[in-house]
């Protein structure tokens, strides 16, 4: 994978040829060679995604997604979008991001190119604020929520443990009990791999969040993921 990244940078054309046995047995014919897609490079056949399904509880309704200027928060918008939301409510503690989410949807909104236009609000907010957090709420009575907003660098947090706490744990315990309050249909926490059996700060508090929310869905309408 390293060496065909490497070619790939340099702009050079990278195919795939048939296993060596197939020339052997005289099987190297020209549709066999062919390009490389991202799909080659997993080591694993891509993930289907259940388009039906996510269609089903994201179409016609009002998301909010916290973090939503991040990297994986962005993307999360980007593809989100495609199943036809009313509005996508993007929150995020660090507005730069989160301008530059918003005026790249403007720009593509600008454009004949897209079939689905979601209305876009931004707001500016800590996840640690639970006040604010319960007027998001409150105005806009989302149907889905996608936690996404936490503090993800493993290094940097083994020096801002309590930080990591406060965004992780007491910011994922806000959003998600407010949630509850104003019965949210489906609220999805995005966690990490680091959060099985964590051997850092930002693992650890991800596996409470993990905790929090699994607790909240033994007793709550809403449904958590």
């Known amino acids: 994978m390293q060496i065909t990244g490497s070619l790939f940078s340099l702009g050079l054309k990278v195919k795939i040829v048939p296993p060596v046995q197939n020339w052997i047995d005289g099987d190297l014919s020209v549709g066999q060679i062919k390009e490389v897609k991202i799909e080659d490079l997993l080591g694993r056949d891509p993930i289907v995604l259940e388009e039906d399904g996510i269609r089903e509880f994201i179409d016609s309704k009002t998301i909010v997604v916290t973090g939503g200027g991040g990297s994986i928060g962005s993307e999360l918008c980007r593809q989100l979008r495609h ?80 930080e990591a706490v406060k965004n992780n744990v007491l910011g994922t315990y806000n959003v998600a009990t407010i949630a509850d309050k104003y019965k949210v249909s489906k609220f999805v926490l995005i966690s990490t791999d680091k959060a099985v059996r964590p051997t850092n700060v930002m693992g650890a508090t991800k596996r409470i969040a993990e905790k929090i929310i699994m607790a909240l869905n033994d007793k709550s309408e809403t449904e958590y993921i």
């Open 83 to 162: 199943f036809n939301p009313a509005r996508i409510i993007i929150v995020d503690i660090y507005e730069n991001n989160a301008y530059d989410l918003q005026m790249e949807f403007e720009r593509l909104y600008r454009t004949d190119s897209v079939e689905y236009k979601p209305e876009i609000i931004v707001l500016i907010a800590s996840v640690r604020d639970e006040l604010r957090i319960d007027e998001i709420f409150e105005e806009h009575r989302p149907n889905v929520v996608f936690h996404a907003a936490a503090h993800k660098h493993v290094p940097l947090m083994e020096f801002s443990p309590r």
